[in-house]
């Protein structure tokens, strides 16, 4: 349903740039910008109380919204 | 949360967890296909940015309306989350993953905090002043198409939001 979500906005004319943890699931719904985690599912920021990851994880995502639609990306740890 | 949702959310935690590549494709299984990729292209920096947070990871205020998780079709529809939501105001309503890890710390599904920090560092420009919290496990998505997906369209173009990030439960 998220991946609805982001076709939508990118038709409104807002940048996206989603976390997946199931790729072959988002590629298949044609999320326009994605970001792999090897993180847990519910858990796709990272464990808790772990925020350097955090800010890793939305540092990476914002420079990923500025990438060419289609652009699949893995998260640097 | 009724005795039978509580049942059908261990089993299917229990499913996700132990048989990951089964659950995989039974996921795999009930996606629309979709062709094609919808493009933004940003004309400004990130520094000129107001940015918006969505999470299919069930979190609404504690003081809002849980998701009702137990109709068997899913909720389709979403909470409104403050900038300034600070994270003991936060809870998290689903039935699909263990939620326990985002009940102790929200930022896991929601990262509020790190965007306020980035906001106040001058790295983007502003928060979006609502940001979208839903509950995802809707295999039928047709109503979450007509009416919740229009109805953020219109409040982020009123808010004139640039980039959304996403994260899914």
Redesign the interface.
Known sequence: ??????????????????????P??TD?????RTMHVPFK?????????D?ET??K???Q??AL??K???TRIEYEG | MKRKTQIKSKLSVAFSTNFPEAYKKFTLKHVNERQGSPETVLAKPLTECKIALITTAGVHLKTDRPFDVDNPAGDPTYRLIPAAAQEEELTVTHIYYNSKFAKTDPTIVFPLPQLRELKDKGSIHSLADMNIGLNGGILDTSNVEQEAIPQVMALFENEQVDIALLVPG
Do not use: H, N, Q
Not at chain 1, 1 to 16: F, H, K, P
Not at chain 1, 28 to 32: C, F, L, M
């Open positions: 349903m998220l991946g609805l979500y982001a076709r939508a906005l990118e038709e409104s004319g807002i940048a996206t740039a989603m976390i997946t943890i199931l072959e699931v298949a719904v044609g999320v326009p599912l519910g858990r796709p920021c990272g464990e808790p109380f925020f955090r800010k994880v939305v540092d995502l914002l919204a500025l060419p639609s289609g």
